[in-house]
């Protein structure tokens, strides 16, 4: 009898123990499941963050560009070059603030002084800008970029820049219909959604 009771207990035992890795395995199956969720969805917001980054880049240097050949105005586009300076895609900015943007500045520079009439003056907005990113101090190529401070004057710029092309069309409307319009409009809103964008994840 005391053989057969020992035999229950020690039976008892391994069916507990069994049931407590089968119900840790499933624990540990539902937690690597959620972590997977989690990362899929952080994935996809740093995805989208990255996504309206360059987007707003290329529209800020979109415009700069037809008001430099078509679209003259009488805004305050030269803002258009601390926004690109601003949200230029680390992989564009490393570019330029390293021994190619060095070059540039240099080619500019000597072009500008020995040879201006062969300088055109659609050339000085991104001569500047290149400029800008070779000399600006780490606080500002670095921290500040890189902050919610310069998103905010990202957002600034946009909002800004908005609404003296609504002012300068006649009116919202006008904005839409006249002969460019739409193309500047939409431009210009680009570079509201970047900065609005990352500033809600920021202080989510």
């Known amino acids: 009898m005391g053989i057969k009771k020992s035999y229950l207990a020690m039976k008892t035992d391994a069916a507990v123990a069994s049931d407590l890795i ?80 060095k070059w540039l500045s240099l080619i500019a520079v000597v072009t500008r002084l020995f040879f201006p009439r062969h300088f055109p003056d659609w050339l000085e907005a991104p001569a500047a800008l290149v400029l800008l990113m070779v000399v600006a101090p780490s606080l500002l190529a670095d921290t500040f970029r890189n902050s919610w401070i310069g998103t905010l004057v990202c957002l600034v710029i946009g909002c800004y820049l908005l609404q003296e092309h609504i002012r300068a069309s006649g009116g919202f409307r006008n904005s839409f219909t006249k002969a460019n319009g739409i193309s500047n409009t939409v431009g210009i809103v680009l570079l509201l959604v970047y900065p609005v964008w990352a500033l809600i994840l920021h202080f989510i």
Do not use: C, Q, V
């Not at 803002?79 to 570019?95: K, R, V």
């Open 22 to 101: 089968d119900s840790d395995l499933k624990e540990i199956g539902f937690a690597a499941k959620k972590l997977a969720k989690h990362a899929i969805m952080l994935g996809g917001i740093g995805f989208g963050t990255t996504f309206l980054m360059w987007l707003a880049s290329f529209a800020a240097i979109y415009l700069l560009i037809l008001d430099r050949t078509n679209w003259r105005s009488n805004m305050l586009t030269t803002l258009l070059i601390p926004y690109i300076f601003l949200s230029l895609p680390s992989l564009l900015f490393g570019l330029f603030r390293g021994d190619f943007g």
